[in-house]
């Protein structure tokens, strides 16, 4: 009875954080009114370090940075260029359309991995891979050549920055031991001061300073960065890897629904096929890791 209230319990709580991530693709499209992309890029990343470093201290972590160039390459990734291209997309594309367009990311690392890692592309991997390809040319629809695709080509990028990220971060790994935590923490101040170069060198206008800026910082450094990630160890702590991957399929979905209530933005028949075509793929992705666990602990226990 205690397992299935602990499991009920990171259940909840994984439902709580696919809101609160899903979500913050209509924050970040509407605080664009009050300040420049690149200048609120800056901030969120900057203010959330910090938040990541006062969760750090909570749980009495170690604070010492591991192997500071490497950390350097992937706060240049995953927080400069990653929080950059999507904060851009934002200002022409719609919060749901990139909110999916991001998720991609799983299928750009399975090729990554396969080129940069050695690590092979089964079946039905190809599979999803193919279905969300798929979903992509029916969301990007190439053939009606409208003058607003900046904004979702930012966000396919950004999930191939995403992608690339994550694969820096397997070969950083593979060489250094490190508290995933504390890389997260570091990594994400040294890509905010880079991501404060850049917005101290474009010209902007200052930030308006309204109810609504103040809150959107607050949301994106407390809650989408420092809560978000105590959430996330919670449910890693508490539930399968495979399950708690399942979270992708909910964030762009939460970000879509979000982004049609609050700011009517209703897809349109062939964006809604290709948004299918994605969460299926993402589907797909999550059977095969949570499968694919499932058979190596079922192979772990008959050798026991």
């Given at each position: 009875?205690?397992?299935?209230?602990?499991?009920?319990?990171?259940?909840?709580?994984?439902?709580?954080?696919?809101?609160?991530?899903?979500?913050?693709?209509?924050?970040?499209?509407?605080?664009?009114?009050y300040?420049?992309?690149?200048?609120?890029?800056?901030?969120?990343?900057?203010?959330?370090?910090?938040?990541?470093?006062?969760?750090?201290?909570?749980?009495?972590?170690?604070?010492?940075?591991?192997?500071?160039?490497?950390?350097?390459?992937?706060?240049?990734?995953?927080?400069?260029?990653?929080?950059?291209?999507?904060?851009?997309?934002?200002?022409?594309?719609?919060?749901?359309?990139?909110?999916?367009?991001?998720?991609?990311?799983?299928?750009?690392?399975?090729?990554?991995?396969?080129v940069?890692?050695?690590?092979?592309?089964?079946?039905?991997?190809?599979?999803?891979?193919?279905?969300?390809?798929?979903?992509?040319?029916?969301?990007?629809?190439?053939?009606?050549?409208?003058?607003?695709?900046?904004?979702?080509?930012?966000?396919?990028?950004?999930?191939?920055?995403?992608?690339?990220?994550?694969?820096?971060?397997?070969?950083?790994?593979?060489?250094?031991?490190?508290?995933?935590?504390?890389?997260?923490?570091?990594?994400?101040l040294?890509?905010?001061?880079?991501l404060?170069?850049?917005?101290?060198?474009?010209?902007?206008?200052?930030p308006?300073?309204?109810?609504?800026?103040?809150?959107?910082?607050?949301?994106?450094?407390?809650?989408?960065?420092?809560?978000?990630?105590?959430?996330?160890?919670?449910?890693?702590?508490?539930?399968?890897?495979?399950?708690?991957?399942?979270?992708?399929?909910?964030?762009?979905?939460?970000?879509?629904?979000?982004?049609?209530?609050?700011?009517?933005?209703?897809?349109?028949?062939t964006?809604?096929?290709?948004?299918?075509?994605?969460?299926?793929?993402?589907?797909?992705?999550?059977?095969?890791?949570?499968?694919?666990?499932?058979?190596?602990?079922?192979?772990?226990?008959?050798?026991?």
């Open positions: 009875m205690n397992r299935d209230r602990k499991l009920l319990a990171a259940a909840g709580v994984l439902v709580v954080l696919s809101i609160i991530w899903g979500y913050n693709y209509v924050v970040m499209k509407k605080v664009m009114r300040v420049d992309p690149f200048d609120f890029s800056a901030m969120r990343t900057f203010f959330g370090a910090l938040a990541l470093f006062a969760v750090l201290a909570l749980r009495r972590r170690p604070l010492r940075p591991v192997a500071l160039g490497g950390t350097l390459w992937l706060g240049l990734l995953q927080t400069a260029a990653f929080t950059a291209l999507i904060q851009w997309a934002l200002v022409s594309g719609g919060a749901g359309k990139t909110a999916v367009l991001v998720y991609t990311m799983p299928f750009w690392l399975l090729l990554m991995a396969r940069f890692l050695g690590e092979r592309v089964r079946g039905s991997q190809w599979m999803a891979v193919g279905l969300a390809l798929a979903g992509l040319v029916l969301i990007l629809e190439p053939w009606m050549l409208r003058g607003d695709s900046r904004g979702p080509l930012l966000a396919v990028l950004a999930g191939l920055v995403w992608a690339a990220s994550a694969v820096w971060a397997k070969r950083l790994r593979a060489n250094v031991e490190f508290d995933l935590l504390s890389l997260t923490a570091w990594q994400m040294l890509g905010s001061l880079v404060c170069v850049i917005a101290w060198l474009l010209p902007s206008a200052p308006q300073v309204t109810p609504y800026f103040i809150g959107a910082l607050v949301y994106n450094a407390l809650l989408a960065t420092g809560l978000a990630w105590l959430m996330w160890l919670f449910i890693l702590d508490r539930l399968p890897a495979g399950m708690a991957g399942l979270s992708s399929l909910a964030v762009p979905a939460v970000g879509v629904l979000s982004g049609w209530v609050e700011l009517g933005e209703r897809p349109n028949p964006e809604s096929v290709g948004m299918v075509c994605i969460v299926l793929a993402l589907l797909t992705i999550s059977a095969i890791a949570i499968r694919g666990r499932s058979s190596v602990a079922r192979s772990a226990a008959d050798e026991g």
